[in-house]
């Protein structure tokens, strides 16, 4: 489902508004704060911001893949913190239960995921157990109408404000990796579940991430993902394609930020009697920032077009999401030098950029993982 395009460019351009008005001018309260304003909390409600991909039948707004890219383009381009808010309940946190959730799994989660009312999160990363997710040790064992769960989940983002965890934890013990893994919805707070301290980041300082400690913790079997066991591992990486396309989205929000700061810093400072941006070598990084930014745009857009059409796009998602976030981490570094001795003091954004954006090459899969899943790809292709 998507939205026609007048109402999607209504939406996108009140979310545009949104960012420019009321985020911009907080950014420096939420880096200060290490939190998101309670009115902003309330006003991303209002605007439907916690169910923009949630179906509208069950309260959300129900936007297609190419209408999600097109609001997560407007939401780069302000702190990564507030994005992250609402991340987690249109990607991660909701698409397993969209994908490959019962009926009632739906019924009872995505309409309180749609209003904010509940926020997710999404638990798949362990101690021992990340890229290489498949290995992952949580155990879930079952012991009549119930699961027990024992594992610790690491780096959870918005673990602290989750109220319902999609956790992926063993089934099959006779098993060491993917195909043994099955997904449970676990509601927090419950018994058995406690949270490890926030985790003091580098950045995207207001995002909280935190372990999830499991201990004997006892859950419905209607708790299980589809009511299927073992099949957990392949919801997981359905999910990451489609949230590997939307942060590559958000990487593409944030380079056009720092564009524009830099821009607005090169015409106004002067050096050599005339103001940076006359410089040629300053051009040359402005222009290979457009560029990048630009090819990643279109990269992403084209590739939400085919996952509409119903296509199959864990390649595309890779290279986008290796593409992007690369893109962005350069255009950072490019944005701080032609701020020179400036970019490296808190007054100016482009510090903590610069700091933020380092997430994207490592979180819902490190430039490595990509690189492997596109080779894997092109091989399998190859052979067929
Ligand atoms: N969609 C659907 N199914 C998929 C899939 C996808 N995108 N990718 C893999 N699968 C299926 C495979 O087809 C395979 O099924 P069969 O056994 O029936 O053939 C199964 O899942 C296991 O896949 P694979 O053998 O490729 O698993 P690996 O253990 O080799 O792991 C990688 C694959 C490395 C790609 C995976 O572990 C990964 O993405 N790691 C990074 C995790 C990550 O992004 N973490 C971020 C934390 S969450 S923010």
């Given at each position: 489902?998507?939205?026609?395009?007048?109402?999607?460019?209504?939406?996108?351009?009140?979310?545009?508004?949104?960012?420019?008005?009321?985020?911009?001018?907080?950014?420096?309260?939420?880096?200060?704060?290490?939190?998101?304003?309670?009115?902003?909390?309330?006003?991303?409600?209002?605007?439907?911001?916690?169910?923009?991909?949630?179906?509208?039948?069950?309260?959300?707004?129900?936007?297609?893949?190419?209408?999600?890219?097109?609001?997560?383009?407007?939401?780069?381009?302000?702190?990564?913190?507030?994005?992250?808010?609402?991340?987690?309940?249109?990607?991660?946190?909701?698409?397993?239960?969209?994908?490959?959730?019962?009926?009632?799994?739906?019924?009872?989660?995505?309409?309180?995921?749609?209003?904010?009312?509940?926020?997710?999160?999404?638990?798949?990363?362990?101690?021992?157990?990340?890229?290489?997710?498949?290995?992952?040790?949580?155990?879930?064992?079952?012991?009549?109408?119930?699961?027990?769960?024992?594992?610790?989940?690491?780096?959870?983002?918005?673990?602290?404000?989750?109220?319902?965890?999609?956790?992926?934890?063993?089934?099959?013990?006779?098993?060491?990796?993917?195909?043994?893994?099955?997904?449970?919805?676990?509601?927090?707070?419950?018994?058995?579940?406690?949270?490890?301290?926030?985790?003091?980041?580098?950045?995207q300082a207001g995002s909280h991430t935190c372990d999830v400690i499991l201990q004997d913790c006892r859950v419905p079997a209607s708790a299980l993902l589809g009511g299927v066991e073992n099949a957990g591992f392949k919801t997981a990486m359905k999910v990451l394609d489609r949230g590997r396309l939307h942060i590559s989205a958000?990487?593409?929000?944030?380079?056009?930020?720092?564009?524009?700061?830099?821009?607005?810093?090169?015409?106004?400072?002067?050096?050599?009697?005339?103001?940076?941006?006359?410089?040629?070598?300053?051009?040359?990084?402005?222009?290979?920032?457009?560029?990048?930014?630009?090819?990643?745009?279109?990269?992403?857009?084209?590739?939400?077009?085919?996952?509409?059409?119903?296509?199959?796009?864990?390649?595309?998602?890779?290279?986008?999401?290796?593409?992007?976030?690369?893109?962005?981490?350069?255009?950072?570094?490019?944005?701080?030098?032609?701020?020179?001795?400036?970019?490296?003091?808190?007054?100016?954004?482009?510090?903590?950029?610069?700091?933020?954006?380092?997430?994207?090459?490592?979180?819902?899969?490190?430039?490595?993982?990509?690189?492997?899943?596109?080779?894997?790809?092109?091989?399998?292709?190859?052979?067929?």
């Open positions: 489902m998507s939205l026609d395009p007048e109402t999607l460019e209504q939406f996108r351009s009140t979310i545009a508004r949104f960012v420019r008005e009321r985020l911009i001018p907080l950014e420096d309260r939420v880096a200060e704060e290490d939190d998101i304003p309670a009115e902003i909390v309330e006003e991303f409600r209002q605007l439907g911001l916690f169910g923009m991909s949630i179906p509208e039948e069950y309260g959300g707004l129900g936007l297609g893949m190419s209408d999600e890219v097109a609001i997560a383009f407007e939401l780069g381009f302000t702190s990564p913190a507030f994005r992250s808010l609402i991340g987690t309940n249109n990607g991660i946190g909701s698409q397993g239960i969209i994908m490959d959730g019962t009926p009632e799994q739906k019924q009872t989660y995505l309409p309180r995921l749609a209003t904010g009312e509940l926020i997710s999160s999404f638990a798949l990363t362990e101690p021992e157990a990340g890229s290489d997710a498949g290995s992952l040790r949580t155990s879930a064992r079952r012991e009549g109408e119930f699961y027990i769960l024992n594992g610790t989940k690491r780096f959870i983002t918005n673990g602290p404000r989750a109220g319902l965890f999609t956790v992926f934890a063993r089934t099959d013990p006779s098993t060491s990796d993917a195909s043994g893994v099955s997904a449970f919805l676990v509601e927090a707070p419950s018994p058995g579940i406690s949270l490890g301290p926030k985790d003091r980041k580098m950045g958000v990487c593409v929000g944030a380079a056009e930020r720092l564009i524009r700061d830099s821009l607005a810093y090169a015409m106004e400072r002067k050096q050599f009697g005339r103001p940076i941006a006359e410089q040629q070598l300053v051009q040359a990084m402005l222009a290979d920032s457009r560029a990048e930014a630009y090819a990643a745009r279109c990269m992403i857009e084209n590739t939400a077009r085919m996952k509409d059409e119903g296509r199959n796009v864990s390649e595309e998602a890779a290279c986008t999401k290796m593409f992007a976030s690369e893109m962005v981490g350069r255009v950072a570094d490019r944005a701080v030098q032609i701020h020179g001795g400036a970019g490296y003091m808190r007054e100016y954004a482009v510090e903590r950029f610069y700091r933020d954006v380092r997430l994207f090459r490592i979180y819902e899969g490190t430039t490595q993982i990509q690189q492997l899943v596109i080779a894997r790809s092109m091989i399998r292709n190859a052979r067929r």
